[in-house]
Each structure stands twice: as structure tokens, then as C-alpha cells.
């Protein structure tokens, strides 16, 4: 498995900004299709961004799509997670994952085989 260290996460008030970075422990990481996903206090984890290994596909959640943008740098074995324009509803504790065995984001995940441990994210209203 891959070692995956999620930050970034705090409070911030309806409509601000917030960068999440997710640092991988494995040189290999270029290879990896890389997802965010958030679960929400009593509610089930749900897909908010994915990018392929070479950063060319990228696919979001209906919710964040316009708001959130997901990117890496491979030379730095990181994924971002932009988050813009955020909303009480996003609140969560989201957490990075890898998908080691497809080049194409999935957004399911048991698609994911190795999984940070989460950051939380707080927006007031």
C-alpha cells in the first residue's frame, strides 16, 4: 500500500477558500489514478474529485463541479484539492485515496485500495 498524508483542512466561513494536499509516500505515484472523497457527520463517504495518473481526465461530483478543482504535482508526489466558494453542506472530513490497478478515476470506493487518514473541513454559515 501507499502511505497517504492528507492537509489543509480548518474552518472557514460560507463562500471562502480552502487548498487540501494529499503527500504520497511512493515514487510510483505517478501511476496512480488519485481521489478525494468527504463523508459527512452520520452520512455515508461520497466521491468529490478524481484524476488520472498523468493529470489529463479529471471527473467531479455534480456538487462541486464549477467550485472545486483537483490537480497534482507529480514531481512532488502530491494531490490538490481546491476548494472555492464553499458551502455549510461541504462540510466533512475528506480524505484522499489511490487507485493503483486503473488509469481511469472511478468514483466508487472500493475502486480505491490505499487511504489517507482524513482532514476535516468546517464551513460556517
Given amino acids: 500500500q501507499v502511505q497517504l498524508v492528507e492537509s489543509g483542512g480548518g474552518l472557514v ?3 471562502g477558500s480552502l487548498r487540501l494536499s494529499c503527500a504520497a509516500s511512493q515514487r510510483t505515484f505517478i501511476r496512480y489514478t488519485m481521489g478525494w472523497f468527504r463523508q459527512a457527520a452520520g ?4 466521491f468529490v474529485a478524481a484524476i488520472s495518473g ?3 481526465v479529471t471527473k467531479y461530483a455534480d456538487s462541486v463541479k464549477g467550485r472545486f478543482t483537483i490537480s497534482r504535482g507529480n ?3 502530491t494531490v490538490y ?4 466558494s464553499l458551502k455549510p453542506e461541504d462540510t466533512a472530513v475528506y480524505s484522499c485515496a489511490a487507485d493503483r490497478r486503473s488509469d481511469v ?3 466508487s470506493p472500493p475502486a480505491y485500495d490505499s ?3 482524513g482532514t476535516q473541513v468546517t464551513v460556517s454559515s
Fill in 75 to 77: 514531481a512532488k508526489n
Fill in 13 to 15: 466561513q460560507a463562500g
Fill in 43 to 46: 452520512q455515508e463517504r461520497e
Fill in 81 to 84: 484539492l481546491q476548494m472555492n
Fill in 105 to 107: 478515476p472511478g468514483t
Fill in 115 to 117: 487511504w489517507g487518514q
Fill in 54 to 56: 498523468s493529470g489529463t
